[in-house]
């Protein structure tokens, strides 16, 4: 059974760092892209940052220049990297794993159980 369990969110000021970790579990063959996703209260799950197994990444305008995506393929993880932290970054954040194969044959895409970034002013 595939689990996605993220870890690093928590409480920081306005301008400070934060780094989440995700790492995927289980009989996993390969995953296409990983993603970091939002939910801030009141509104709709929103893309963050994904990356494919290959290395490229893609960005929401918002955090481009800010965040930094990467991913370990050995380990089946990916992180985040937040740097200049602001108050609009509040939300619970994601990890996503896109087509992932497991060893019986079965695809599916997977999410994390979400972690709170919060963001003071």
């Known amino acids: 059974q595939v689990q996605l369990v993220e870890s690093g969110g928590g409480l920081v000021q306005a301008g400070g760092s934060l780094r989440l970790s995700c790492a995927a579990s289980?009989?996993?063959?390969?995953?296409?892209?990983m993603g970091w996703y939002r939910r801030a209260p009141g509104k709709e799950r929103e893309l963050v940052a994904t990356?494919?197994?290959?290395?490229?990444?893609n960005y929401a305008d918002s955090v481009k220049g800010r965040f930094t995506i990467s991913r370990d393929n050995a380990k089946s993880a990916v992180y985040l990297q937040m740097n200049s932290l602001k108050p609009e970054d509040t939300a619970v954040y994601y990890c996503?794993?896109?087509?992932?194969?497991?060893?019986?044959?079965?695809?599916?895409?997977?999410w994390g159980q979400g972690t709170q970034v919060t963001v003071s002013s």
């Open positions: 996503n794993a896109d087509s992932l194969i497991d060893y019986n044959g079965g695809l599916g895409d997977y």
């Open positions: 990356i494919s197994s290959g290395g490229r990444t």
């Open positions: 289980g009989s996993i063959f390969s995953i296409n892209a």
